[in-house]
């Protein structure tokens, strides 16, 4: 059986009909207002479903090894980008640093969480 | 008759035209990677982004989900036709696709004239930035992935480089997986 006989013989629409039932899941999920599952729900079962879009619509799991590695390398600047400016975007002091803006919002009345930047002005 | 590069050569093992469509999409996952990143750092940083995305609505993000999971089917099911030669069927396919990505684009700019006519604008704070930014974006791949695919559907109409219906099927899996992220990030995580 070669690469292109083993993707054809892939059941495309049953593969869409879990999609579909996994959408279902991720909307009725949150819906029960419980924290973990929402996450478990919502964004859980995105990665299942961008894994299944990958694998069966775009067969990365018959694709060369290089494209592996290619799309992987983008994926882990991704999660360095995180790991690197994170700090400075989420927290408001460190060791030897404090955002003196943000601490003049907070002494002001604004608030910690969201003082001055990037909260809506309704 | 000259042939494109793309259809008579391969690099590693792979049709240079489909290895193009996967660097393409490396740059892609650099490009939407770093807005989704950047905004679930300020999300999480911002607990009071939560209440501007609870004007969001849900069944309208869900309609659209349904809608691009349903065009990466045909544009699948339009690869495995013109897998079997069939480039009549796979060019028909890829007009359903189309079609898809258009009712995509027309529930959104319903949603952006609702959203915009009840005060909620690109200037209206750090979550509705990010939020008509990442989708912007978005619809933007999806108008440039229906422009190609509409030459692809025409070439396939008389059965010719049927090979480009696969490349532009993995560009248009690859909107609806982006798709796929923004969805629990802009409109379920309230």
Same mark, same amino acid.
Do not use: C
């Given at each position: 059986?070669?690469?292109?006989?083993?993707?054809?013989?892939?059941?495309? #629409?049953?593969?869409?009909?879990?999609?579909?039932?996994?959408? +279902?899941?991720? #909307?009725?999920?949150?819906?029960?207002?419980?924290?973990?599952?929402?996450?478990?729900?919502?964004?859980? +079962?995105?990665?299942?479903?961008?894994?299944?879009?990958?694998?069966?619509?775009?067969?990365?799991?018959?694709?060369?090894?290089?494209?592996?590695?290619?799309?992987?390398?983008?994926?882990?600047?991704? #999660?360095?980008?995180?790991?690197?400016?994170?700090?400075?975007?989420?927290?408001?002091?460190?060791r030897f640093w404090k955002k003196t803006a943000v601490a003049a919002d907070t002494s002001q009345g604004h608030g910690r969480t969201g003082a001055g930047h990037g909260d809506a002005h309704h | 008759m $000259?042939?494109?590069?793309?259809?008579?050569?391969?690099?590693?093992?792979?049709?240079?035209?489909?290895?193009?469509?996967?660097?393409?999409?490396?740059?892609?996952?650099?490009?939407?990677?770093? /807005?989704?990143?950047?905004?679930?750092?300020?999300?999480?940083?911002?607990?009071?982004?939560?209440? !501007?995305?609870?004007?969001?609505?849900?069944?309208?993000?869900?309609?659209?989900?349904?809608?691009?999971?349903? &065009?990466?089917? &045909?544009?699948?099911?339009?690869? !495995?036709?013109?897998?079997?030669?069939?480039?009549?069927?796979?060019?028909?396919? $890829?007009?359903?696709?189309?079609?898809?990505?258009?009712?995509?684009?027309?529930?959104? %700019?319903?949603?952006?004239?609702?959203?915009?006519? %009840?005060?909620?604008?690109? !200037? &209206?704070?750090?979550?509705? %930035?990010?939020?008509?930014?990442?989708?912007?974006?978005?619809?933007?791949?999806?108008?440039?992935?229906?422009?190609?695919?509409?030459?692809?559907?025409?070439?396939?109409?008389?059965? !010719?480089?049927?090979?480009?219906?696969?490349?532009?099927? /993995?560009?248009?899996?690859?909107?609806? /997986?982006?798709?796929?992220?923004?969805?629990?990030?802009?409109?379920?995580?309230?």
């Amino acid at each position: 059986m070669t690469v292109h006989d083993h993707a054809h013989h892939r059941n495309y #629409v049953k593969i869409w009909a879990i999609l579909l039932a996994l959408l +279902v899941v991720s #909307v009725i999920g949150p819906m029960t207002g419980i924290r973990v599952v929402m996450l478990i729900t919502a964004f859980g +079962v995105a990665l299942v479903k961008a894994y299944m879009v990958a694998k069966n619509f775009m067969h990365l799991d018959i694709e060369k090894p290089i494209v592996h590695w290619t799309l992987g390398v983008a994926l882990v600047l991704m #999660v360095l980008m995180f790991a690197g400016v994170a700090p400075d975007v989420m927290k408001h002091e460190g060791r030897f640093w404090k955002k003196t803006a943000v601490a003049a919002d907070t002494s002001q009345g604004h608030g910690r969480t969201g003082a001055g930047h990037g909260d809506a002005h309704h | 008759m $000259l042939r494109p590069l793309a259809t008579t050569r391969s690099a590693m093992g792979i049709p240079t035209g489909r290895l193009a469509v996967w660097w393409v999409l490396v740059s892609e996952i650099v490009i939407f990677g770093g /807005i989704l990143v950047s905004y679930i750092m300020h999300r999480l940083g911002h607990a009071s982004w939560a209440e !501007q995305a609870a004007h969001t609505n849900v069944w309208i993000g869900a309609f659209n989900t349904f809608v691009l999971l349903t &065009s990466s089917l &045909s544009a699948v099911l339009a690869h !495995q036709a013109a897998e079997q030669g069939n480039g009549p069927k796979a060019a028909r396919l $890829l007009m359903a696709t189309i079609g898809g990505g258009a009712v995509f684009l027309l529930v959104k %700019s319903f949603e952006w004239t609702s959203e915009i006519t %009840s005060g909620f604008t690109l !200037q &209206s704070g750090g979550f509705w %930035s990010y939020y008509y930014t990442a989708a912007g974006v978005h619809a933007f791949h999806v108008i440039a992935g229906m422009v190609v695919m509409g030459f692809v559907a025409a070439s396939a109409m008389k059965n !010719q480089d049927l090979h480009r219906v696969e490349n532009v099927g /993995i560009y248009w899996h690859f909107v609806d /997986i982006v798709w796929i992220f923004l969805f629990p990030l802009l409109y379920i995580a309230k």
